[in-house]
């Protein structure tokens, strides 16, 4: 079974960037793959999702125009720019298919100080 793994997180400025990877243990072009997040005292939330082949995205409003995913099949990985980071971003984000249908990861912790 395919095994995700994400990275790239950390303690941010409002206002800064970061860009988180999930990798994948095995081949997962065929697949359109996703990005969730969880605050603390919260459910988990839709961040955005892309296509098998990137050539479509779509996102949660909360981050439209301030992430942006994109994928590399030959590197079986998924990655999640994020700018403009807000306070309210401050969350663990996870990966997996479009559908949340693979084992969840461990997910890397994102903070965003004001």
């Known amino acids: 079974q395919v095994q995700l793994m994400e990275s790239g997180g950390g303690l941010v400025q409002a206002g800064g960037s970061l860009r988180l990877s999930c990798a994948a243990s095995?081949?997962?072009?065929?697949?359109?793959l996703g990005w969730w997040r969880q605050a603390p005292g919260k459910e988990r939330e839709f961040v955005g999702s892309i296509s098998w082949d990137g050539g479509s995205t779509d996102y949660a409003d909360s981050v439209k125009g301030r992430f942006t995913i994109s994928r590399d099949n030959a590197k079986n990985t998924m990655y999640l720019q994020m700018n403009s980071l807000k306070p309210e971003d401050t969350a663990v984000y996870y990966c997996?298919?479009?559908?949340?249908?693979?084992?969840w990861g461990q997910g890397t912790q994102v903070t965003v100080s004001s």
């Open positions: 997996n298919d479009a559908w949340a249908t693979m084992p």
């Open positions: 095995e081949r997962i072009s065929e697949h359109a």
